[in-house]
Structures are given as structure tokens and as C-alpha cells.
């Protein structure tokens, strides 16, 4: 593989924003040029993915200079995996907003914000650079609150005053952590600092950075008790916005979880209590705040900070099994959420409401439609063969081999929530009779609005559904990916040798 | 000057944290502004200080010779006060339009969101 | 604000400011200066200019729409980084330089390019938020 390649998913999103930046006001060709350009990032990072699998970890130095002092790029299985992952929710975001982000937002720069947040992600995913991973997530958090505040109603005003808030928090606080590793360690190459760090005797300082990492990560991926930003913010923006976040935004705290407590601070035992017992809280919260929510859109913003517990707790177990589940049920996790917030705005488009209570007959109207939406929702749950069955499995198994019996407990009360919840969201939605209650009469509903809109709707969640039902179906491809990461992430050698020592250089 | 640098770094947590406490938007804002400042101490503290040697090799010879400052520190803090700019103003101008729709800076009256429906 | 004096003196600042700001893009390279701090130096000319005549004539003045020198930034900047991938199959960003010095401009390479490319980024988007908050207030 030319090393260059692992430049472009990043370049050729921010190429794409500009682009569309010259066609600022022209929306009918960023639709189109949004569109076929997802399709190439998606082609774009597929070729990184494979191309990974077949030769190995991929790196490559900004600027040719060499590491750790220059700022390297890793494409190792995680990482492109992760970054195929955002091109294909990028591409059913795209698409899906092509369709029902209205006129006034697509004038004030919605696609150019959204294809540097999917840079940004990208970014995030394949840098090996602490500080530079600390800029791709200002990157991203400055989109994030451009496409939250978006449109300025009232509720996303109000929304974007927490998320704002916390977010930025939690990027001080990471600052602040960066600025301790870099004092103790005197670099900021991810896979130098992990050499370093070994040899630092105060261990006490150590530590202290790294519940500044659990934090600063934690209130970015949504971990009890930094969680409270995330349901009183999501269900404000425009459905499109709340997929692309739901699906990825705190999948990059979680990534970076994985990360740095795998490649920094390997083996700490108190970091690992931490890790679990916030997990486990974080399960147990978010499955019981979604239980007594009546809006869509909210349950579903509580389900992400339930199933967050259960990557979490992976990395908490740290056995590699563990890793195994906490990154396959990261791959499902990515495809699905994506997916339901997707549903929820084809639902508000279909009913013109997200409360439970005014959702139903949907069956009666759209029979195949309602035959559409179970795929997500019951991939959620897990029901075999879908695509969250496997990663549970993976998790029991984890918790049993380390006789972790609360962990056991709490995931075992986190599936059987979230299945009450998915059962309680399939009857409100389809079998319920639809209530006397009309919808807002200025809405345009979905059966008013031209076929090819139409179209435009359910197609994005076809191919996400695909996608989670060949993460089901063909689970044995996606357990031996997730097997092989987990092995690259108990052990780092190969990670460090890949940046540290790349061919033609020797190895110590 | 590193005990001086401390104290001030400190100071800055402290204040940042005060005002991100109380109940008004504006105070919350300058209590980011505040930490933002505090971190970038930090940082300048963090690289190994060292009074009166900058890293600039002279002309004459190839390498540098005594101690010099660590310039890192001061790209990562160059980066970060951009990035902390452009926040912030984004955070002013948040301000600003919350203030205009919700008609208060109260932040326990701007809760509509978390409201049980 | 309506004032003879500064008026007269934008009118002579203006210029001298814009040479300042192209003389510190061109000697950040190596030296104090730079893309950054240039495009300020070159947005604060045509603010000084809008405070001592308004807005529309400064906006007159710059021909150009600000929102369009920021994509144009952006490329050249993003440009100027691929440029050696394309060229000799070298990471992004790497400096590309002709073996020749020009002079006044002194080397010309890519970082030059980049540097170009963040001056008009500065310079728009400064001009942007500026003259978005002054027409919204």
C-alpha cells in the first residue's frame, strides 16, 4: 500500500468542503455534489481498509518529518475500520439530509460544516499524535456546535448552551492532561509516550493524568455520571444532525478510550476499577432514564448512553476477549444508532410527532416500511442472528472469564431494558392504533412529498439496515476482524514498531 | 519563575472553576475563558523552562549550545489560543442569541430541554 | 463615526498597512511573521477603513465577497499540501522547494503556497464575522 492513501479519507473530505464552500448558496448542486462525494469517501476508505488487512499497520509523517517529532498518521485494523465505518454513516447522513435538512439550513453552510465534521472524525481516527488528536476534536466539536445551533429554534438554543458548555469542559480538561503527559514524558507521539511512560517512577503522577483522560473522554462519550449534556441536547437538531452524532460523536471518546488505556496506561488496576464501575452505572442509568421517556428521539438518546456502558466495560475488563466485544459491539453500535435516529426522523416525517403517544398505525399504512424499521430496532437488541447478538456474546463471555459478577448483572439488566424499550417503541409506532391527535398542520407530510424525496428517505436507512444485517449474518468475518484488533490492542508492539521503527529503519 | 507560573496556573483553575459554578450564562463563559487560560500556563509550565536561552541555533555553528527552552510548548499553546478564540467568539455569539430567544442568562431557567414530555 | 482626521489618515494607512501585511507573509518563513498574523495585520486595514467610512464602502473596496477568499484559502492551503504527493510521492505537506531565489520574494515553495492560503482564510473570515456583527447590530 503507498502510505500516502492514508491521507485521503481526511484530504478528500476537506477537498469536498470546499468545494462546496464555492458553491455556498447554489443548494441544489451541493445536494448532488454532497452525494457522489460520500460515495467516493466511502469507496476512498474501503480501499484503506483492505489494503490495511492485507499488509498491516499503515503509517505515514506529515510533512516527511520523521517520528516521534512529527505528527504521524496510523492506519492500523481499528483506525480504518473506524474510518470506514464514518464514510458509510456519512453516506446515509448525506443522503438522508439531502432530503430533509430544509432550505434555510442548506444556505447557512449545512453540507461544508457536515463534510469537515466527517473530516474531522476522520482525523481523529487515524492520527498517532496525542495534541493532533486533541485538534481533531476541536474540529469536530466546532462543527458539532455549528450543526446544533443551526436553524436557532428555541429548544436548540438551549440544547447547544449544555452541550457547548460540557464539551468544552471536557477539552480543557484533556488539555490539561495532555500538558501533564507532556511534562512527564517530554513527547506527544502516542506510541512514544507508551515506551516513556514505563519508565516514569512516580506512578501517582501518572495516574493522575489518567483520570484527566477519563474525564476528559468521558464527558465526550457520554460515561455516568457525564452524561447529562447528551439527553438534553441530541433531540434538538434536525434528525439528520442527531444521527451523525448519535452514531459517531461519542464513538470517538470511546475510541479514544481504547486508545490511550490500551497503549498509555495499559494495565492500571485503578483505572480499570474506575473504568468498570462507571460502566456499569452508565448501563444501569441510561437503560432506566430511556424506560420513562415518552419523545423518540430522547429514548433514543438515553439507549446510546446505555449501550456506551457496554463498549466502556470492555475496556474495563481488558481481557482480549473483552476488547473483542467492546470493538465488535463498537461496529454495530456505529451502523445502528446511526440507523435509529434515521428512523426517528422518517417517523416525525411520517407522523409528525416523536411522542410515543401520538406515534402508531404504522403497519396499517406502511406495512413494509414498518418491516424496514425492525431491522434496526431489533438489531439493537440483539436478537440472533442480528448484529448485536454476536458482541453481547462476546461481552457474557468476558465478564464470566474474569468472574466479574456485577458486570455480568448489569449487561445482562442492560439487554433485557433495552429489549422492554424496543418492544414498548415496535407497539407505540406500528401495531398501536394511530391516535385522533392531527399533526401540525404547516407539516408536509411524508405521503405529500414528491417520490423522489421519498425515496431519498427510506434509501439511507436501506443501507444502513443491510449494512447491520451483514454485521449479523456475517458475523464470523466481523468476529475475526474484531479478534485481530483485539490481539493488536493487547499488545502494542506491532503499533509502536509500525511508527516508531518503519522499514528501512532499524528496530532497537 | 516556575513556583510564580504554579501560582498563577492556580489561580486561573480556581477562578475558572468559581465561575463556572454560578447561575449566569455570561459567568459560565468567562469561567471557560478563564480555565482556557489556565491550561495554556499549564502547558508553558509542563516544557522544560529555561530564562534567557532561546532554541534558535546561531549562524555560525551548527548546533546549540547550553541549555535552551523547549519550544514546543509554545506551537501547542499558539494552537491551542486560536482554537480557544474561535470558540469563545462562537460562545459570545451563542450567548448573545440564547439571550435574545430565551430572554434570560438565568442558567436554571434555560431547562426546557430536560422537561419530562 | 465621522472624523477629517481619521479619514485622511486611513486613506494613507490603507495602503501601508496592506504592504506590512504582504511584507510579514513573505518573511514568516524563518523569521517573526507569517500567513496568521499578516491577514490580521491586512483585515485590520479595512476595518480602519470602515470605521472612518462604512462598511459598504470598504466592502467596495475589497471587491471580492470575504465569504469567497475563505474556500479559496482553504484550497490553495490544502493545494499547496498535496502538491507533493502528487509531485514526488512524498507525505502531505512536505516542503517542496525551487532551488532558486527570487529576489524581494526570497525561496518559493510550497510553504509559501500554505502560507498564502492561510492569509486569505484570515483575511476572510475575519472580514466575515466583523461585517456580519456590525450589519447585525
Known amino acids: 500500500m503507498s502510505p500516502q492513501l492514508i491521507f485521503w479519507p481526511v484530504l478528500f473530505q476537506l477537498l469536498l468542503a470546499v468545494a462546496l464552500l464555492f458553491l455556498w448558496r447554489k443548494v441544489q448542486v451541493q445536494r448532488a455534489v454532497s452525494i457522489a462525494g460520500s460515495t467516493v469517501a466511502v469507496v476512498l476508505s474501503a480501499a484503506l481498509f483492505t489494503l490495511t488487512l492485507r499488509d498491516g499497520i499503515g503509517t505515514v509523517q506529515a510533512g516527511n518529518w520523521p517520528a516521534p517529532f512529527g505528527i504521524a498518521l496510523v492506519s492500523d485494523t481499528l483506525s480504518s475500520l473506524l474510518v470506514l465505518l464514518t464514510s458509510l454513516a456519512g453516506l446515509a447522513v448525506s443522503v438522508f439530509s439531502s432530503a430533509s435538512v430544509t432550505g434555510a439550513r442548506l444556505k447557512f453552510g449545512y453540507f461544508p460544516v457536515f463534510h469537515i465534521l466527517l473530516m474531522g472524525l476522520n482525523g481523529a481516527f487515524l492520527t498517532g499524535d496525542l495534541f493532533n488528536l486533541y485538534v481533531w476534536f476541536e474540529v469536530i466539536i466546532i462543527c458539532s456546535f455549528v450543526l446544533i445551533t443551526l436553524g436557532t429554534e428555541r429548544k436548540q438554543l438551549e440544547g447547544a448552551v449544555k452541550y457547548f458548555t460540557l464539551n468544552m469542559l471536557a477539552s480543557i480538561i484533556f488539555l490539561t492532561a495532555i500538558a501533564v503527559i507532556y511534562g512527564l514524558t517530554g513527547s506527544l507521539n502516542l506510541a512514544d509516550i507508551s515506551i516513556q511512560i514505563a519508565a516514569i517512577e512516580n506512578r501517582f503522577l501518572v495516574e493522575i493524568a489518567a483520570v484527566l483522560f477519563f474525564v476528559g473522554f468521558g464527558i465526550k462519550s457520554a460515561v455516568f455520571p457525564l452524561y447529562f449534556w447528551l439527553p438534553a441536547s441530541y433531540h434538538t437538531p434536525p434528525d439528520a444532525v442527531s444521527a451523525i452524532f448519535g452514531g459517531l460523536l461519542t464513538k470517538v471518546g470511546v475510541y479514544a478510550y481504547l486508545r490511550i488505556f490500551t497503549l498509555i496506561f495499559a494495565g492500571d488496576a485503578f483505572i480499570r476499577e474506575l473504568l468498570v464501575t462507571a460502566a456499569i452505572l452508565t448501563i444501569v442509568s441510561g437503560a432506566l432514564g430511556a424506560l420513562i421517556q415518552n419523545n423518540l428521539r430522547k429514548v433514543f438518546s438515553y439507549l446510546i448512553v446505555c449501550h456506551i456502558g457496554f463498549m466502556i466495560v470492555g475496556i474495563g475488563l481488558g481481557t482480549e476477549t473483552a476488547y473483542a466485544g467492546t470493538v465488535s459491539y463498537l461496529i454495530h453500535d456505529i451502523v445502528v444508532k446511526t440507523n435509529l435516529f434515521l428512523v426517528a426522523g422518517l417517523i416525525f416525517r411520517v407522523k409528525g410527532s416523536v411522542s410515543l403517544r401520538d406515534i402508531g398505525g404504522l403497519y396499517k399504512r406502511y406495512p413494509w416500511l414498518s418491516l424496514l424499521i425492525a431491522v434496526p430496532l431489533f438489531s439493537l437488541v440483539g436478537i440472533p442472528p442480528l448484529s448485536g447478538f454476536w458482541p453481547k456474546i462476546s461481552l457474557f463471555g468476558a465478564a464470566t472469564e474474569t468472574r466479574s459478577f456485577w458486570v455480568l448483572g448489569a449487561l445482562i439488566f442492560g439487554s433485557v431494558l433495552t429489549l422492554i424499550i424496543v418492544a414498548k417503541v415496535w407497539a407505540a409506532a406500528v401495531w398501536k392504533e394511530p391516535s385522533g391527535k392531527n399533526p401540525p398542520v404547516k407539516m408536509v407530510l411524508f405521503d405529500q412529498i414528491s417520490k423522489e424525496r421519498r425515496i431519498l428517505y427510506v434509501l439511507p436507512i436501506v443501507l444502513l439496515s443491510l449494512v447491520s444485517l451483514y454485521i449479523g449474518f456475517g458475523a464470523e468475518h466481523i468476529q475475526e476482524i474484531a479478534g485481530r484488533v483485539a490481539a493488536d490492542l493487547i499488545n502494542p508492539d506491532a503499533y509502536i514498531e509500525a511508527v516508531l521503527y518503519p522499514a528501512g529503519k532499524s528496530s532497537p | ?117 | 463615526m465621522n472624523t477629517l482626521i481619521l479619514k485622511t489618515a486611513s486613506k494613507f494607512l490603507l495602503p501601508l498597512l496592506l504592504m506590512f501585511s504582504v511584507f510579514l507573509l513573505l518573511r514568516g518563513h524563518y523569521l517573526p511573521g507569517g500567513g496568521f498574523v499578516g491577514g490580521l495585520v491586512a483585515s485590520i486595514a479595512f476595518v480602519l477603513h470602515a470605521f472612518a467610512y462604512d462598511m459598504q464602502s470598504s466592502r467596495r473596496l475589497l471587491r471580492v465577497h470575504p465569504g469567497f477568499l475563505i474556500p479559496a484559502g482553504l484550497a490553495l492551503a490544502a493545494l499547496s499540501g498535496i502538491f507533493p504527493m502528487v509531485y514526488s510521492d512524498l507525505p502531505f505537506m512536505t516542503g517542496v522547494w525551487y532551488p532558486e531565489s527570487v529576489p524581494v520574494i526570497g525561496s518559493i515553495g510550497t510553504a509559501l503556497f500554505f502560507d498564502i492560503g492561510v492569509y486569505l482564510v484570515v483575511v476572510g473570515s475575519v472580514l466575515t464575522i466583523i461585517m456580519t456583527l456590525s450589519e447585525s447590530a
Open chain 2, 1 to 117: 519563575m516556575h513556583l510564580l507560573l504554579a501560582i498563577f496556573t492556580g489561580i486561573l483553575y480556581a477562578a475558572g472553576i468559581y465561575m463556572i459554578l454560578r447561575r449566569s450564562l455570561v459567568k459560565l463563559i468567562i469561567g471557560l475563558v478563564l480555565l482556557g487560560n489556565g491550561v495554556n500556563l499549564l502547558i508553558f509550565l509542563m516544557g522544560s523552562l529555561v530564562k534567557g536561552g532561546p532554541p534558535i541555533i546561531p549562524e555560525a555553528s551548527k548546533v546549540i549550545e547550553g541549555p535552551f527552552d523547549d519550544p514546543i510548548p509554545q506551537a501547542l499553546i499558539l494552537t491551542a489560543i486560536v482554537i480557544s478564540f474561535g470558540l469563545q467568539s462562537f460562545a459570545i455569539i451563542l450567548l448573545k442569541r440564547t439571550y435574545q430567544v430565551v430572554k434570560t442568562d438565568d442558567l436554571d431557567e434555560i431547562n426546557t430541554t430536560d422537561e419530562f414530555a
